[in-house]
Nanobody, 122 residues
Framework: QVQLVESGGGLVEPGGSLRLSCTAS????????MGWFRQAPGKDREFVAD???????????NYADSVKGRFTTFREASKNAIYLLMNSLKPEDTAVYFC????????????WGQGTQVTVSS
């Protein structure tokens, strides 16, 4: 079992920034994938970004097209944590943001956090 806890959501004006954090505990290893998803009201959950382990002890990141150039995610393996830095926020970024993890080599996210609300509004 893996437990994931997000923090850092809130209300921000358009153009502003927020940083989300997610800390994992339990049976998480440094080569497991950790990622971010979001779900806006009335919409399906969608992929935002993830960090995957690559041979050679290098992580690589993936981003949804809608957030490329604005969001940055990175993994702090020593703390079993992942962060999402969100800049140039838009009203359409408003959603509940979830942290998730998947076993190394798997495409299926098995564990999910409870979510944190991000609201972009003036």
């Amino acid at each position: 079992q893996v437990q994931l806890v997000e923090s850092g959501g809130g209300l921000v004006e358009p153009g502003g920034s927020l940083r989300l954090s997610c800390t994992a505990s339990g049976r998480i290893s440094r080569n497991d994938t950790m990622g971010w998803f979001r779900q806006a009201p009335g919409k399906d959950r969608e992929f935002v970004a993830d960090v995957r382990w690559r041979s050679g002890r290098v992580y690589f990141t993936n981003y949804a097209d809608s957030v490329k150039g604005r969001f940055t995610t990175f993994r702090e393996a020593s703390k079993n944590a992942i962060y999402l830095l969100m800049n140039s926020l838009k009203p359409e970024d408003t959603a509940v943001y979830f942290c998730a993890s998947a076993r190394f080599g798997s495409l299926t996210y098995d564990y999910w956090g409870q979510g944190t609300q991000v609201t972009v509004s003036s």
